[in-house]
C-alpha cells in the first residue's frame, strides 16, 4: 500500500535531519509515560530532559525524528476522514468520470489526481465501508481508461496493479469500465498474486477481527494467499470499539508474518509526540516492557522514562534495551511541569546510576522503582 505522500515528506525530513537517523546502538530516547491524558507541560519536560542528556554527551533522538521513526518501523495512527472529505472525494470521483465520458481527459486527471490523494491518504478508513470500497477501486480504474485513452499504456499497466493492492480481493463494477481496463485490471491481479506468497497476521489476544488496508478479512490468527505483492496496511481489533494502529506489510514471495499486541498498540502514540499512555486511575507495571519496545524499534539502547505520578510529582527513570534499570529520580511539579533545575539534577543521577528524590531524601531508595517508573 502507498503512504500518504505527506507522511512519507515529514519522515524524511524528520530522519534527514537526526544524526546517523538510522541510528547505532548506544542513542537515548525519552519517552513520556501518563496515565489519562499527557499534562500540557509533558512536551517542554520532554525537551528539557534531552538538552540536559546532550549536554552531558550523548545522542538523543528528537521527539519528531523518534515519532516518525516509529511510524515508519511499527505502527500509525489509523487516519480519521471527515465528512467533508469524504463528500469532496466522492463529487471528485463523479466528476471524474462524467469528464471521461466526454473525452475531457484534462479534467479527468485533475479530479482522479485529487480523488486518489485521498483514497490513498486513508485508505484503511475508506475501505471499512464496502460501498466506498467499491467506489475507491473504481475511481482506481477510470485512471487507468484515462491513461489508456491518451495512449499511455505502460503507465496504465503500472496503475492497474496499483488498484489491485488499494483495495484487496474486490471485483469492478464491470459495467463502469471498458473491457480493456477489466482486462488490464485482472491480468494485473493473476500476476500479483503469482509472484507473492502469504501474510500471516498474529495478534496477542488471539481471535480478534483482521483489516487489510480496511477490508475484513478473518480474525487471527490468519493466513492470507489472495493477496497481491504489494505493501499493505494491517489493522488487529479486538473488542471493535477503536480503530486499530495501522501496520505496514511488504507481501512478497515467501511468506510475511505480522505479530499484533493489542495492549501495546492501545497504549502507544505518535501524537503530539512519540509516548506511552495508559488507562486513567490504573495501576500498571507496563512502562519498563513498553519502553524496551520502542527502544527495539528505533533503535535506541537507553530509554529515559517521564511519568507524571500525581498533580505534584513526576518521575524520571531509565531503562536500558537489556531490561536494567540504572537510576531514577522522583521531582515535585507544579502545574506548569517540574522546573529546570530540578530535570538537571535529574538527569545528572540517572547518568550516575543513582537513585534519589530530588527535593529531600525522605525516601528510601528501593521504594522509587516502585510507582510503576
Avoid at 491480468?187 to 495478534?203: D, F, M, P
Avoid at 534499570?325 to 530535570?343: D, V, Y
Wanted: aromatic fraction near 4%; proline fraction near 6%; hydrophobic fraction near 40%.
Amino acid at each position: 500500500m502507498k503512504r500518504s505522500p505527506l507522511l512519507l515528506l515529514v519522515t524524511s525530513l524528520a530522519l534527514a535531519h537526526v544524526p546517523g537517523a538510522f541510528a547505532e546502538v548506544g542513542d537515548w530516547a525519552v519517552v513520556p509515560a501518563t496515565n489519562g491524558e499527557m499534562p500540557p507541560f509533558m512536551e517542554r519536560v520532554v525537551a528539557d530532559v534531552t538538552r540536559e542528556l546532550e549536554r552531558h554527551g550523548r545522542r538523543v533522538w528528537s521527539s519528531d525524528a523518534a515519532a516518525a521513526r516509529f511510524q515508519h518501523r511499527g505502527s500509525t495512527a489509523a487516519f480519521a476522514i471527515t465528512k467533508d472529505a469524504l463528500e469532496k472525494w466522492d463529487q471528485h470521483s463523479r466528476a471524474a468520470i462524467r469528464a471521461l465520458t466526454k473525452g475531457d481527459h484534462a479534467a479527468a486527471f485533475t479530479h482522479l489526481d485529487r480523488a486518489e490523494r485521498l483514497s490513498r491518504t486513508a485508505t484503511e478508513e475508506i475501505n471499512r465501508n464496502p460501498e466506498q470500497a467499491q467506489r475507491a477501486l473504481d475511481t482506481c480504474l477510470y485512471m487507468v481508461r484515462a491513461l489508456l485513452e491518451t495512449d499511455d499504456a505502460t503507465s496504465a499497466e503500472a496503475h492497474a496493479s496499483e488498484c489491485v493492492v488499494l483495495v484487496p480481493n474486490a471485483e469492478p463494477a464491470t459495467l463502469m469500465h471498458p473491457p480493456q481496463v477489466l482486462a488490464l485490471y485482472r491480468q494485473a491481479r493473476k500476476q500479483g498474486r503469482a509472484r507473492a506468497g502469504s501474510l500471516i497476521v498474529e495478534s496477542a489476544p488471539p481471535g480478534c477481527s483482521v483489516r487489510v488496508n480496511g477490508v475484513r478479512l478473518g480474525e487471527t490468527p490468519l493466513e492470507i494467499t489472495t493477496l497481491s505483492v504489494g505493501e499493505y496496511g494491517v489493522q488487529v481489533e479486538c473488542d471493535g470499539t477503536r480503530r486499530g494502529r495501522v501496520h505496514s506489510a511488504k507481501v512478497g514471495p515467501g511468506t510475511t508474518k505480522q505479530v499484533v499486541d493489542d495492549r501495546f498498540d492501545r497504549t502507544v502514540r505518535t501524537e503530539p509526540i512519540l509516548r506511552l499512555e495508559y488507562p486513567k486511575e490504573r495501576r500498571n507495571g507496563w512502562r519498563a516492557t513498553d519502553a524496551r519496545e520502542i527502544a527495539e524499534l528505533l533503535p535506541a539502547y537507553t530509554t529515559v522514562i517521564v511519568s507524571a505520578l500525581t498533580a505534584d510529582t513526576v518521575a524520571v527513570g531509565l531503562v536500558s534495551r537489556t531490561g536494567s534499570r540504572q537510576g531514577c529520580s522522583l521531582i515535585p511539579a507544579t502545574a506548569e511541569g517540574p522546573s529546570r533545575e530540578a530535570l538537571a539534577v535529574a538527569v545528572r543521577k540517572l547518568i550516575e546510576g543513582k537513585c534519589g528524590d530530588v527535593a529531600v531524601s525522605r525516601r528510601e531508595p528501593a521504594a522509587l522503582f516502585n510507582p510503576g517508573i
